[in-house]
Each structure stands twice: as C-alpha cells, then as structure tokens.
C-alpha cells in the first residue's frame, strides 16, 4: 500500500483538473478511503495496462486515479490530461 501526505493527494487533483474531488478530500477521509486509495495507487503506480511496455503512470497521476475511483466508486479517466502548472492551482 502507497502512503502519502493528504496535501500531496489535493495538489494531484486539482493538477489533474479534478478540483470538485480535491475539495470534497478537504473537509478528511475516513480511514477505509485512505486505504483503498493506498491500495489502488500502488496497483496504478505500478504498471499502464494502455502501453505496450507496461510502464507506470506518473506517481501523481496514478494518485488522482486511484482518489477518483475510490470515491466516486468507479474508474473514469481525469479531467485533464496534462497536468496543470503549479501557478494556475489557485
């Protein structure tokens, strides 16, 4: 299972253009959605079914991915995907 920082998972989001997420994580998750977020980020992390190599998506990438799917309960692709820079997360 991934660890990761709470502010690590809303600044994925929101780079993501996943910012109704990023706000609904802000008010806290219960400890079952830090755990399969954990556990679905790992799964992400470590291999792209969608390339030929197998290679990994971005570690904040699979981030938003895992977040999104556990908390609408299903996978869907993000927003946007590239990421936003970091002057335009306001």
């Known amino acids: ?35 399969g977020i954990g556990t679905r980020h790992q799964l992400t992390y470590m291999r792209d079914p969608s390339t030929a190599s197998g290679a990994a998506y971005a570690f904040d990438k699979a981030l938003a991915l895992a977040a999104v799917e556990v908390l609408e309960g299903r996978p869907r692709e993000l927003a946007r995907k590239r990421r936003r820079s970091d002057n335009r997360l306001a």
């Not at 989001?13 to 959605?33: F, N």
């Open 1 to 35: 299972m991934t660890v990761f920082k709470k502010v690590a998972l809303e600044t994925a989001l929101r780079r993501y253009g996943e910012d109704a997420v990023a706000d609904a994580i802000a008010s806290g998750l219960t400890p079952e959605q830090v755990r």
